[in-house]
């Protein structure tokens, strides 16, 4: 089953805004509005910070929003803090896959 | 608050079997599906394995079924992955999930995470 697709990796400076694209298909992100992102730190375990598109769980910091065009969805982290750097997962309800659908993930550099 | 907790993991020859399990508190834990997802060492998320609320029906990715089998314990607030016939290929960080809004192999999103169990499988 195909994954949905981002960019390797993402870099920008503090104060600076960046954002983190999640393609996928007319299957899942373009048929349901169940679109998450998890945020994964060195060593630690993924964390939920977006939600059914662009929800924000209790605690998230308003800094982090997402949204979604047709089968893309985009996450944007504003005014960039070093403890932002990690790894970015989004994750797409679907119809047509045997499988949860996470994309292959997003290494942020914080310059 | 939300806490889960999984066990059981280490280093498996190949061709041997596991069980993890994880230890749920903080909710109502027979209101909710609950998963395992994994990540190999570098590489991104892999769902594994969904469980009904009831334990009634559970669901896999291709690349486990007929090895491994997850199953919950509502008494004791607990979900397991019997893993059986390992492969190098299952070599990962195994992670307890709460899954919500779930229908068989899909889940909207998993909204807490337990800190992860690792398994090793080599000779």
């Known amino acids: 089953q195909s994954a949905l697709t981002q960019p390797p990796s993402v870099s920008g400076s503090p104060g600076q805004s960046v954002t983190i694209s999640c393609t996928g298909t007319?299957?899942?992100?373009?048929?349901?509005?169940?679109v998450s992102w998890y945020q994964q730190s060195p060593g630690t375990a993924p964390k939920l910070i977006i939600y059914?598109?662009?929800n924000r769980p209790s605690g998230v910091p308003d800094r982090f929003s997402g949204s979604k065009s047709g089968n893309t969805a985009s996450l944007t982290i504003s005014g960039l803090q070093a403890e932002d750097e990690a790894d970015y997962y989004c994750?797409?309800?679907?119809?047509?896959?045997?499988?949860?659908?996470f994309g292959g993930g997003t290494k942020l550099t914080v310059l | 608050e939300v806490q889960l907790v999984e066990s059981g993991g280490g280093l498996v020859q190949p061709g041997g079997s596991l069980r993890l399990s994880c230890a749920a508190s903080?909710?109502?834990?027979?209101?909710?599906?609950m998963s395992w997802v994994r990540q190999a060492p570098g590489k991104g998320l892999e769902w594994v394995a969904n469980?009904?609320?009831?334990?009634?029906?559970?669901y896999y990715v291709d690349s486990v079924k007929g090895r491994f089998t997850i199953s919950r314990d509502n008494a004791k607030n607990s979900v397991f992955l019997q893993m059986n016939n390992l492969r190098a290929e299952d070599t990962a960080m195994y992670y307890c999930?709460?899954?919500?809004?779930?229908?068989?192999?899909?889940?909207?999103?998993?909204?807490?995470w337990g800190q992860g169990t690792l398994v090793t499988v080599s000779s």
């Open positions: 999930a709460r899954g919500r809004f779930c229908s068989r192999t899909t889940c909207s999103y998993f909204d807490f």
């Open positions: 903080g909710f109502i834990f027979t209101g909710y599906w």
């Open positions: 469980i009904k609320p009831d334990g009634g029906d559970n």
């Open positions: 007319s299957s899942d992100i373009d048929s349901y509005n169940r």
């Open positions: 059914e598109v662009t």
């Open positions: 994750s797409s309800y679907t119809s047509s896959s045997t499988s949860v659908l």
